[in-house]
C-alpha cells in the first residue's frame, strides 16, 4: 500500500490532480526548497512523495509518519508511472490522482461529507488523534490491508474510537 499525507486545505485546492507544492511554496523551510530544487534538477519534476508499507515498516508506522505532513491520508493500492523510489520506502510520482485511491483517513471529521460528496463508495475513515495508541496491530490490518472484514460492508464512512 502507498499512503501519502496532505493537508486537507491543500487537498481541497488541488482536487482532483494532487501536484508537489501547489499553494504551499511559501509556507516550506528553505533545505525543503533545497531538496525540491534537487529533485527538479536530478528527475526534471518535483514529485509527490508517497511511503510505501511493507514487512518491515508496517501500515501502521506510514500513518504515524504520514500524520507529520498533514491532517489527510490517501491509500493507493498501486502508483502511476513515471516513478521514482527516492530512498528505501519512499515513492516519487509527478502527479496523483485522486480518484485511484483505495482508502482515506483523516483527523478532520467534517472532511468526511466533503469526500462522500466527490468520491462516493471510498471508505472514508475519521481518525481521532487520541485513540490510535489504543488500537493494536490486528485491528489496523484488518482495517487497512484490504482483507474481507465486511467493515466496509454497508456504510464506508464510520470513526475509529469509543
Given at each position: 500500500m502507498f499512503v501519502h499525507g496532505i493537508p486537507f486545505v491543500?487537498?481541497?485546492?488541488?482536487?482532483?490532480?494532487?501536484?508537489?507544492?501547489?499553494?504551499?511554496?511559501?509556507?516550506?523551510?528553505?533545505?525543503?526548497?533545497?531538496?525540491?530544487?534537487?529533485?527538479?534538477?536530478?528527475?526534471?519534476?518535483?514529485?509527490?512523495?508517497?511511503?510505501?508499507?511493507?514487512?518491515?515498516?508496517?501500515?501502521?508506522?506510514?500513518?504515524?509518519?504520514?500524520?507529520?505532513?498533514?491532517?489527510?491520508?490517501?491509500?493507493?493500492?498501486?502508483?502511476?508511472?513515471?516513478?521514482?523510489?527516492?530512498?528505501?520506502?519512499?515513492?516519487?510520482?509527478?502527479?496523483?490522482?485522486?480518484?485511484?485511491?483505495?482508502?482515506?483517513?483523516?483527523?478532520?471529521?467534517?472532511?468526511?461529507?466533503?469526500?462522500?460528496?466527490?468520491?462516493?463508495?471510498?471508505?472514508?475513515?475519521?481518525?481521532?488523534?487520541?485513540?490510535?495508541?489504543?488500537?493494536?496491530?490486528?485491528?489496523?490490518?484488518?482495517i487497512f490491508c484490504g482483507k474481507p472484514t465486511g467493515v466496509?460492508?454497508?456504510?464506508?464512512?464510520?470513526?475509529?474510537?469509543?
Amino acid at each position: 500500500m502507498f499512503v501519502h499525507g496532505i493537508p486537507f486545505v491543500h487537498l481541497v485546492s488541488q482536487y482532483p490532480v494532487l501536484s508537489p507544492g501547489e499553494g504551499k511554496k511559501k509556507r516550506i523551510s528553505p533545505v525543503q526548497k533545497a531538496d525540491a530544487r534537487r529533485l527538479v534538477r536530478h528527475l526534471g519534476y518535483e514529485p509527490v512523495h508517497l511511503l510505501r508499507s511493507s514487512r518491515e515498516y508496517p501500515l501502521t508506522r506510514c500513518i504515524a509518519e504520514c500524520l507529520n505532513y498533514g491532517d489527510t491520508i490517501l491509500a493507493f493500492p498501486g502508483i502511476p508511472y513515471p516513478r521514482v523510489q527516492l530512498s528505501r520506502r519512499e515513492w516519487g510520482v509527478p502527479r496523483l490522482n485522486i480518484f485511484d485511491v483505495a482508502w482515506i483517513l483523516t483527523t478532520r471529521e467534517n472532511a468526511r461529507e466533503w469526500f462522500h460528496h466527490r468520491l462516493p463508495g471510498i471508505p472514508v475513515l475519521y481518525w481521532r488523534p487520541d485513540v490510535p495508541q489504543a488500537l493494536g496491530r490486528r485491528e489496523l490490518r484488518k482495517i487497512f490491508c484490504g482483507k474481507p472484514t465486511g467493515v466496509y460492508s454497508r456504510e464506508p464512512d464510520f470513526g475509529i474510537g469509543p
